[in-house]
């Protein structure tokens, strides 16, 4: 039966029409539509498609237009979006696969519409920079480069469509490959999540979706968690079995009301190594209850495993019961009987990707029943509050940017300070320990054997009346009965709640929980190598002098946490001062001043980061430039870009490296790296920071007199710290700094 558009649709449908129809002839070719996970975009997007390409239509018609489909993500979740055009269209326009069309034929036809996936078409040969045949392969009749040259050649415009636009439309490699290769005439983005520098040029709005009963009323966290069967149980057991029993009251609930849904509940694993202690427990778990891939009511979709029990996973009748997961099966996977989601958090806090939730927000038949409980989505989760962010989409499209030292550019040679590393910035247990255990036995008054320090501790108080709890049980709070609505899922970004559920600690959630005390006084020392020689050396030493054993002292650690983190706060303070003075030592060896500094020649960054820009100006051959710049130095690039007495610019990057241009400011060594190198087609070479009126005005202050100390004993260097008042771009380059605020007069226009 042939889907008819809800009015909000229809209304999308229409404001997408006429965007494309204005943006084809404009500069900005660019079409965002923004629109809630659920509500059909596919769909809508199909009806967009096929008006334009209809005869009738005289908008479209004389305009010869071809149209190519992206789908995001890894998996085969393009056949997915062709099966769904297919039949959205009933025959008309033609929809192929890129797979099938490659080497068959030298152009796109009119209104055809090819499929493909991102990821197979998107590899570039390092060496010669030009883009594989990734799916047309060499010696076939025609790469996909070569279709695409020559469908424009014969004046047919090329619309590219994109789905899950966030995942992978802005990164850099897609931009290039859009740019360079597929040089669409339009482009239309769309995700419930668009990345974005400025507003949609159309969204729909969510309680819409809600209304036109596309989507769950609302998704619930933790739903009675006051339970009596879970309360002895540990927090992993306990939403392990809330999920369980949640799918059994559903299934039952939509076959006494002879609906012919079969509802699915998810576990997504961690990505980290506990994700596959995690796979044995709920597989075992699952066992127990009848479930299994031997039945067909168990499906496992894994990188390292991969099992499908029923190919129509996604039938509201499938057999599967469970699907567990990772990531691979998220974006644009859509299984609308998903009603039930269970994640175990990895780390002390746990975040969402939106994608994710949305697996859980649709309706299995596109409609509302008359009980609620099957109009709602279910989250079980060991946590007492959850972060939801946008999916950031990370394998294979991350690749290494690289610039060159532009032909003709001359390079520069200045005086450059760098201190190689003296340590790793870590606590260490040789220097650690002794402290610590001193701090602990004179915090107490501990000089006695185990059950008299037992005692003493057992009856200390603090000045503020402060006692000590000697036996507390391994219980945490998580959240319980929350509440969030479906149109809402979009745009959430915390999640939290006052009802909290008292529950036995999982081994889990006891190590996060320790690891989250002892994190918190690092001051500034790195937690990865920190961490253990902290819990070690704190459990070790209350050992020694109690001779508890270690669930006891875990106990002791998380019910005494304030007193536990004023010792350690201390220890740590103490063990700074000494590790300075062994780091001031080594200091004066590790020390490089590089008098022939030079910036490098050749330099690699990461696009996750970073970005190529188009300008003129700049040192390399192209300006790989933060994606995420502060407002100053964004408008200082602007200048430096129209500047006509700028020969050339380079952006200094921020790292601690030899390769960075570097500025020794304290005997300590620590190191300043102004922003920019600036050469002026005088000769002069300019060295800037920029800065935000008012920001951290001592530490400026710092940075701002070295730089002109530098200055001063170097012939034809210039330069300052940049801010900018009303949009004016100023400079100051005095030897005693004044912010702005205070001394407007030292500072002069750029």
């Known amino acids: 039966m042939a889907r008819t558009l809800k009015q909000f ?137 070569d279709v695409l040259n020559e469908t424009r050649e014969m004046g047919r415009k090329i619309v590219l469509i994109i789905d899950e636009s966030h995942s992978a439309a802005r990164t850099e490699r897609a931009r290039e490959m859009i740019d360079e290769v597929i040089k669409p005439n339009l482009i239309i983005e769309m995700s419930a999540t668009p990345i974005l520098a400025e507003q949609p040029d159309y969204t729909v709005n969510p309680q819409d979706v809600i209304d036109e009963e596309l989507i769950k009323k609302d998704i619930v966290i933790n739903e009675d968690f006051t339970n009596e069967d879970a309360s002895e149980l540990d927090t992993e057991q306990a939403v392990l079995l809330a999920s369980w029993n949640k799918l059994t009251e559903l299934e039952g609930l939509f076959k006494k009301k002879k609906i012919g849904v079969k509802p699915l509940l998810l576990i997504q694993l961690p990505n980290s190594e506990a994700g596959e202690a ?49 990531q691979a099966i998220d974006t644009g996977w859509d299984c609308p009987r998903a009603h039930i989601l269970l994640k175990w958090r990895e780390s002390a806090s746990i975040t969402f990707e939106v994608q994710v939730l949305g697996r859980i927000l649709r309706m299995p038949e596109a409609k509302h029943y008359d009980d609620d409980v099957l109009n709602r989505g279910y989250v079980y989760t060991n946590t007492p509050n959850i972060n939801v962010k946008r999916e950031v989409y990370g394998p294979n499209i991350i690749k290494t940017l690289s610039g060159k030292k532009r032909d003709g550019v001359e390079n520069i040679t200045l005086r450059s300070y760098y201190r190689t590393r003296t340590t790793y910035n870590d606590i260490t247990a040789g220097l650690f320990s002794g402290i610590f255990e ?100 704190v459990i070790g030493i209350i050992k020694k002098y109690l001779g508890k054993n270690i669930v006891w002292i875990d106990a002791f650690i998380i019910y005494n946490e304030a007193i536990v983190k004023s010792i350690l706060r201390d220890a740590v303070a103490d063990f700074k001062k000494k590790k300075d003075k062994v780091d001031a030592e080594k200091l004066k060896e590790l020390e490089v001043w590089d008098d022939a500094w030079q910036i490098p020649e050749e330099k690699s960054y990461n696009d996750k980061v970073f970005a190529v820009e188009r300008v003129e100006n700049y040192f390399y051959d192209k300006a790989i430039l933060e994606v995420e710049k502060s407002d100053p130095e964004k408008k200082f690039v602007d200048l430096l870009k129209q500047n006509k007495k700028v020969l050339w610019w380079w952006k200094n990057g921020d790292e601690h490296m030899q ?9 300590k060594g620590k190191t300043f790296q102004p922003d920019f190198i600036v050469k002026y087609t005088d000769g002069t070479i300019g060295i800037y920071d920029t800065k935000p009126i008012g920001d951290r005005v001592d530490d400026t202050k710092v940075k701002a007199e070295a730089l002109q100390n530098y200055i001063k004993e170097h012939k034809k260097v210039v330069g300052g710290i940049v801010i900018f008042e009303n949009g004016v771009a100023k400079v100051n380059s005095k030897e005693v700094y004044r912010d702005f605020r205070e001394g407007a007069e030292d500072w002069s226009d750029f």
């Open 278 to 326: 995690k796979k044995d427990v709920a597989v075992e778990f699952l066992q127990e209850q009848g479930i299994s891939q031997e039945n067909g009511n168990l499906a496992i979709w894994l990188s390292e495993e991969k099992f499908l029990a029923d190919k129509d996973l996604v039938k509201n009748d499938s057999p599967v019961r469970v699907l567990i997961f990772k």
């Open 438 to 537: 001193n701090k602990f036995a004179k915090f107490f008054g501990l000089n006695g054997d185990e059950s008299e320090n037992y005692k003493t501790i057992k009856g200390w108080k603090g000045a503020g009346g402060e006692k000590v709890e000697m036996d507390g049980n391994l219980r945490v709070d998580i959240m319980s009965d929350v509440v969030i609505s479906g149109g809402a899922i979009d745009e959430t970004a915390r999640i939290e709640d006052d009802s909290q559920t008292s529950l036995v600690m999982s081994e889990n959630d006891l190590r996060l929980k320790i690891e989250a005390i002892l994190g918190s006084e690092l001051a500034g020392y790195q937690a990865a190598r920190s961490i253990p020689v902290m819990k070690n050396t």
């Open 9 to 145: 649709q229809e209304n999308a449908v229409q404001a997408i029409l006429a965007g494309a129809k204005y943006k084809l002839t404009s500069q900005n070719k660019v079409f965002v539509f923004k629109s809630p996970t659920g509500s059909g975009k596919t769909f809508m997007m199909s009806q967009v498609v096929a008006r334009m390409a209809d005869s009738a239509n005289v908008d479209f018609n004389s305009m010869d237009l071809c149209f190519l489909w992206v789908s995001i993500g890894k998996g085969d979740l393009e056949k997915q979006s062709a099966k769904s055009l297919q039949e959205a269209f009933d025959g008309s326009p033609q929809v192929t696969m890129l797979e099938a069309f490659a080497g068959s034929k030298d152009i796109i036809e009119k209104n055809e519409v090819i499929v493909f996936n991102w990821e197979k078409i998107r590899t570039r040969d390092r060496e010669t920079g030009e883009w594989k045949n990734v799916v047309m392969k060499d010696g076939e009749r025609s790469s996909f480069v």
């Open 659 to 667: 390769e960075n241009f570097g500025i020794k400011i304290d005997e």
